[in-house]
C-alpha cells in the first residue's frame, strides 16, 4: 500500500511522489513523547522514571535515587527535572561533525563512532536552527532522537525546540538550504521508500547510514553530468514532501516546542516577551504544532506571534544583540522586559540561541540571559563548539577539552 502526500499550494508546484509502506506518524493524531517500546509497567522505589502526563506513560530507568522527570504539555512545554544535570546546546545548521564534537565534549556521546548516549541522567536542550546552511540536517535530527531514546532508558531526556529555520522549511522557505542538504533529501526519500521497518525506526536509522549514501551519491556525480540540475530539481521536489505541514520531517518538528521551560529555566530560540507569555506558551506550542501537521484544512498560516515578525519566539533578537551606541536607558528598558518577562513565566533565567555570539557563551542583565548560539556550523563561522551547563543552579559554559571547564560569570540561583 502505498501513501502519497498530496501538493499543498503553499509550495512550488511538483508532482505527486509517494512513499511505501511505511507507518508515517498520522497528522491526525498527537505524537507520543516518550518511547512506549520500553517498559510501562508501575514503577519502583529504587527507579527513576520519566512521566508524561498527557500519555500517562512512564519509563523505567537504571536505578537512581533521582525524582522522575514529569512533562507537562504536548509539545512538552514544562519539564520538571529535579536534580539533573542540565546541558543547552545552540544552533547546529546542518554540521553533524559538529554536532557529534559537541555532544562527545560534554560527555553525553561516547567517542567511539557508535552514537551512544553517555549522559545517564542529564537533560539536554537544543536550542533550534538545526535546518539550513549544512547538509547533515536529518542526520542530526535522527541522531538526536536515537539519543532521547537511549537518555530515556537511563532516566535523562533529550528536548529540541524548535527555531526560525525550523519554521521557515515548513513554510517551504527555502532560501538558505544548502546545496548538500537537497541532495540528503533525495536521498532519505528514497531511502524511507526502501525501508520495510516502521517510521520511527527507519527515521532512527538514517543517522547510522546517512554517512554512507552521501559518499554513494559522490561517486555518482560523475554518472549525473549534464543532467545535474534535474538531481538538483529531484532535492527540491524531496525537501518540500518531507517538510511541506503533514509531511513526515514536519511532523518530526511538530514534536517539539518553540517555548520550553525545565525547572526555572526558560528555552527558546530567540526569545519570550511579555506579550508571548499573555498570549500562552502551551497554547503558542499547540498551535504550531498543529500547524506543522497540518491538522487544520481550513488554516494553513503559520503563528504569527510564535513564528513570525521581529518580535516572534524564534526570530527575537532583544536579549542577543550588543549594540556598540545601546545607551544606559536602552539596556535597562530590555533588563525590565526581560524581568518582567521571567516573573511571568515564574523562571530564573532563559536560555536562547538565534544570534552568533562571536565571543563564546556568555550572559548579560546579572545573568538572567544566556547566549548560546557560537556559529559552531562550517555554514555559519566554524567556532569551536560551546556548551552551557547548569547544575545545581550554578551555570557554566563548556569549551574545548583543551580549556576544560571555563566559567563565564557563573551565577548560583537560590
Request: net charge negative.
Amino acid at each position: 500500500m502505498l501513501y502519497c502526500l498530496p501538493n499543498q499550494p503553499t509550495n512550488p508546484p511538483m508532482a505527486s511522489l509517494c512513499l511505501n509502506s511505511l507507518s508515517l506518524p498520522p497528522s491526525s493524531q498527537p505524537r507520543k513523547l516518550t518511547d512506549t517500546s520500553l517498559s510501562s509497567s508501575s514503577s519502583s522505589s529504587s527507579s527513576s522514571l520519566l512521566i508524561d502526563n498527557n500519555n500517562n506513560n512512564n519509563i523505567h530507568s537504571t536505578p537512581g535515587a533521582l525524582k522522575p522527570i514529569v512533562v507537562n504539555g504536548d509539545p512538552p512545554t514544562f519539564v520538571s527535572a529535579p536534580g539533573r544535570r542540565i546541558l543547552a546546546v545552540g544552533d547546529l545548521h546542518g554540521d553533524v561533525k559538529q554536532a557529534r564534537s559537541a555532544l562527545q565534549m560534554a560527555g553525553v556521546l561516547s567517542s567511539d563512532g557508535q552514537d551512544l548516549w553517555t549522559g545517564g541522567e542529564t537533560v539536554l536542550i537544543q536550542l533550534g536552527d538545526i535546518l539550513d546552511r549544512g547538509e547533515d540536517e536529518i542526520a542530526i535530527l535522527s541522531l538526536l532522537r536515537s539519543l532521547d531514546k537511549q537518555a530515556k532508558a537511563e532516566g535523562g531526556a533529550i528536548f529540541q525546540v524548535n527555531g526560525n529555520h525550523e519554521t521557515m522549511n515548513v513554510e517551504g522557505d527555502f532560501r538558505y538550504v544548502d546545496s548538500g542538504g537537497f541532495d540528503e533529501c533525495d536521498d532519505f526519500l528514497e531511502y524511507i521508500n526502501e525501508s520495510e521497518d516502521d517510521w520511527d525506526e527507519t527515521f532512527i536509522g538514517w543517522a547510522d547510514v546517512s554517512e554512507r549514501w552521501k559518499k554513494d551519491r559522490a561517486m555518482s556525480r560523475s554518472y549525473w553530468g549534464p543532467w545535474n540540475l534535474v538531481k538538483r530539481q529531484k532535492g527540491v521536489i524531496a525537501r518540500s514532501i518531507l517538510f511541506r505541514p503533514g509531511g513526515p520531517l514536519s511532523c518530526e518538528l511538530a514534536r517539539h516546542p518553540v517555548v520550553l521551560v525545565v525547572n526555572d529555566w526558560v528555552f527558546c530560540h530567540g526569545g519570550l516577551l511579555p506579550h508571548h507569555v499573555e498570549y500562552g506558551i502551551e497554547r503558542m506550542n499547540k498551535e504550531v504544532s498543529e500547524w506543522m501537521r497540518c491538522l487544520n484544512e481550513n488554516d494553513k498560516t503559520p503563528p504569527f506571534i510564535a513564528t513570525r515578525g521581529y518580535d516572534s519566539v524564534v526570530w527575537n533578537r532583544l536579549y542577543s544583540r550588543d549594540a556598540p551606541d545601546l545607551v544606559d536607558y536602552q539596556a535597562k528598558q530590555v533588563s525590565s522586559i526581560l524581568e518582567e518577562t521571567l516573573q511571568a513565566v515564574g523562571a530564573k533565567a532563559m536560555v536562547v540561541g538565534h544570534t552568533p555570539q562571536t565571543t563564546g557563551v556568555n550572559c548579560k542583565y546579572n545573568c538572567s540571559i544566556w547566549r548560546v548560539d557560537v556559529g559552531m556550523s562550517s555554514g555559519v563561522l566554524n567556532s569551536r563548539p560551546e556548551v552551557l551547563e547548569i547544575v545545581d543552579s550554578t551555570a557554566k559554559v563548556i569549551r574545548s577539552k583543551r580549556d576544560s571547564y571555563y566559567e563565564l560569570q557563573a551565577s548560583a540561583y537560590t
